[in-house]
């Protein structure tokens, strides 16, 4: 079965054109692809603003230095997928504690090979006495 593009003068077309780095960094949501291994692969703006790091300062590194666990036998990424609709505590470029409530990874197949999540700074919430949604 043949898929035709839709015209890329509709408003169909031109999402189906968007490059999915250009979606990613537009939203105003924190943002996080890391690889197999944990290294972070691409964050968006919101993402960096939620951690405080200048533009690009976090491609490469290791989420460990973001996300302490006391399980470091275990990849990253998978403390990630168990951690899915709880808080976590990231760690701010200044030293101090986010807490966000963390989404299900959006690309979700076996052989996907980035982990993609979600973020939702909680860390106001919980500090007025609130009470932090989580993601499912």
Not at 39 to 59: C, I, K, Q, R, T
Not at 77 to 103: F, M, N, P, W, Y
């Amino acid at each position: 079965m043949e898929r035709r593009r839709a015209d890329p003068d509709t408003a169909l077309g031109y999402l189906e054109g968007l490059p999915a780095l250009v979606l990613l960094e537009r939203l105003p949501v924190p943002v996080l692809a890391l690889d197999r291994d944990g290294h972070v692969v691409h964050v968006n703006s919101a993402f960096e603003a939620m951690l405080g790091y200048p533009h690009d300062a976090l491609s490469g590194r290791s989420m460990r230095d973001l996300l302490p666990t006391a399980s470091p036998p275990r990849p990253v990424t998978e403390d990630l997928k168990q951690s899915a609709g709880t808080i976590v505590t990231l760690t701010h470029r200044d030293g101090s504690a986010v807490r966000a409530a963390i989404s299900k990874s959006v690309l979700t197949r076996a052989d996907d090979p980035v982990l993609l999540v979600c973020f939702h700074d909680v860390t106001e919430q919980l500090w007025d006495g609130g009470h932090a949604p989580t993601l499912g």
